[in-house]
């Protein structure tokens, strides 16, 4: 979501459990317009705790209009993300499938990943032009879908670091 934004909005770690409630920021996405982004703890976080943000995640589905699913390039996991898939389109909602820190794997990690999730979106925060490309791939993504008559609001993100 930093990235996307260009403003440091969410806590980043590598410690699972970093993002305990959801963190949203409102910005102008040309040309679609004003949009708001959601980012939420973890599906996979543990504990009686882990649990608890894990049913907010969840009921922040309700908000939605589109979701953004991360996961961490290496850490591909297809339990979570098969279960919200289910969700999305249980709920109608349409979803990006992102795959990022693309830079921290070997290039044979990131063939394997673009053969297995060929409509994902590869990003690295640590490379502009990636993230551009999902800026991109997201404005098409709400085109398409407006055309469709339908009125996005907030987009979220899911991420998996397993």
Known sequence: ????IGQEIS???????????PVSKGMELNPIGPVVFIDTAGLDDGGELGKLRVERTMKTLEKLDLAI???????????YYEKMVNEFKRRGI???????KIDLVSNEVTKKSKKKWNKAVLTSTRDSVTIFTLKEELIKKLVSDKEQTL??????????NG
């Open 1 to 4: 979501m930093n990235a996307i």
């Open 151 to 160: 009125k996005y609001k907030a987009y979220q993100f899911f991420y998996y």
């Open 94 to 100: 349409p979803y990006i499938t992102v795959i990022n």
């Open 11 to 21: 806590l980043v770690s590598d410690v699972k459990g970093t993002t305990t409630d």
């Open 69 to 79: 699913y991360v996961i961490e390039a290496g850490e591909l996991d297809d339990e």
